[in-house]
């Protein structure tokens, strides 16, 4: 618990820093531009992904260690080299891509001034960050949660300060998103370095990395990869989305609604993480009272935020806006109940996500995540033009429900019953 209150404490001075963030780029960038800097900066939810599930696999690996880390020392050995071989071709694909559309031959094109350069900085990032994505996944087996709390608030402030500074130099909008992305790279660097310092018997070495091996990883990553892609593109990305679909004021409209929603949903995320490993020992000793606990332990932290933070967005929503704004936008009412029926929705989603990540109950997450991810597409594209940027939300809140929540909840209960039952005989 302690380290799911660190996790809390971290992304309330995300959160803090983030809507901070939010009136300076307007009066510095407008409306245009930083419409753009939320689409590219919502790009960055693809870290969620960018291991290419490798990083999940490591969890569950370290989780039933059980202090006897050699096999996770060449779990992780193999999973560097498969994502630094991943790094250089991505990071390959991503400047080719650039440089043709330097000279007109691209098929990628982005309205907005900056707009390409932009979303080329937070790619080459993200192309660039992947190997030490690996960084918090372990410290996330081990239960060092509390400490990468620590780093994760360093690396919000710090990224607060450099755009800032940025801003105080009239730079334009790619600089302001390079320094979004550069703070983050640079602390995963000193973070993977003081972990492995501390922790020499999980120092990779490239002696034990062959090319069975690399394919074991990649495999058992492979179901993390897809459930985390189809999370991201499902819901990461609807800046990018209204940015397509609705005019400029709409879609900076929506971008303020979706970052309070962000944050949020970044606080239960996090805020949850922690029961994934506890949940993944209960289950591997087919201990169900203890997994029982764990799920209502869970619920009850997730729809404590959510609720408080629902009624505080439907009684004040367009007061903190205008507050937040400078008086520059303001959400009109479907978009905050939009909002605040998102947010809960979204809470249950992300107990349920988290505590389907263990090998027995990831196959079933796959499919259902699959499912919901096409459904709330098709139902965002088609009520965000009925309806605007509220349809985003409403998209997301009806395929959830009715194609990941209700059929996930029975999936678990069945097998808590199952686990209780072989125990019991």
């Known amino acids: ?38 689409a590219a900066s919502s790009l960055m939810g693809a870290f969620s992904f960018i291991d290419l599930g490798i990083g999940s696999g490591l969890v569950n690996h370290i989780a039933v260690s059980k202090g006897a880390y050699s096999t996770a020392r060449t779990y992780l050995s193999n999973a560097l080299v498969a994502l630094t071989l991943f790094s250089v071709v991505s990071t390959t694909v991503v400047c080719l891509t650039f440089f043709l559309n330097r000279t007109g031959s691209s098929f990628v094109h982005f309205q907005g001034t900056g707009a390409w350069e932009a979303f080329f900085v937070t790619c080459l990032t993200l192309c660039i960050v992947s190997p030490l994505s690996l960084v918090w996944k372990t410290r996330l087996g081990l239960g060092e949660t509390a400490i990468q709390s620590i780093w994760d608030a360093f690396a919000s402030l710090a990224t ?30 000193l973070n993977g370095t003081l972990l492995l310092r501390r922790r020499p018997d999980l120092k990779p070495r490239l002696s034990l990395a062959s090319a069975g091996k690399l394919a074991t990883v990649l495999k058992a990553g492979a179901p993390f990869l897809l459930v985390n892609a189809i999370s991201a593109i499902s819901f990461s990305f609807d800046s990018v989305l209204a940015l397509h679909l609705l005019d400029a004021e709409q879609a900076a409209r929506f971008g303020v609604a979706q970052k309070m929603a962000i944050a949020v949903q970044t606080l239960l995320s996090i805020g949850l993480t922690p029961f994934w490993p506890q949940f ?36 004040f929503g367009d007061d903190v806006t205008r507050l937040w704004t400078r008086g520059r936008i303001s959400l009109p009412n479907d978009l905050i109940i939009g909002v605040a029926i998102w947010i809960p929705v ?33 139902a965002k594209v088609a009520l965000a033009k009925a309806l605007g940027g509220v349809g985003l939300f409403w998209g997301n809140s009806f395929g959830l429900c009715a194609f990941f929540i209700v059929p996930a909840s029975f999936v678990i209960a069945r097998d808590l019953l199952r686990m209780q039952r072989r125990k019991g005989g």
């Open 1 to 38: 618990m302690f380290g799911a209150a660190a996790g809390l404490a971290a992304r309330v001075i995300q959160m803090g820093s983030t809507l901070a963030l939010v009136p300076i780029l307007l009066s510095h960038l407008g409306s245009e531009q930083f419409a753009v800097w939320l």
């Open 280 to 315: 993944r020992a209960a289950t591997a000793e087919q201990n169900a009272r203890g997994a029982c606990g764990l799920l209502v332990s869970a619920f009850s932290l997730a729809l404590l935020i959510a609720g408080s933070v629902s009624t505080a967005t439907l009684l």
């Open 346 to 378: 979204f809470a249950v989603n992300a107990v349920l996500t988290s505590l389907m990540s263990v090998p027995s109950l990831l196959p079933m997450q796959l499919k259902l995540a699959s499912l919901s991810g096409i459904c709330c597409f098709a």
């Open 160 to 189: 607060f300060c450099a755009i800032v500074v940025s801003l105080q130099f009239n730079a334009g909008i790619v600089a302001v998103v390079a320094s979004f992305c550069a703070v983050p790279l640079v602390v995963h660097c």
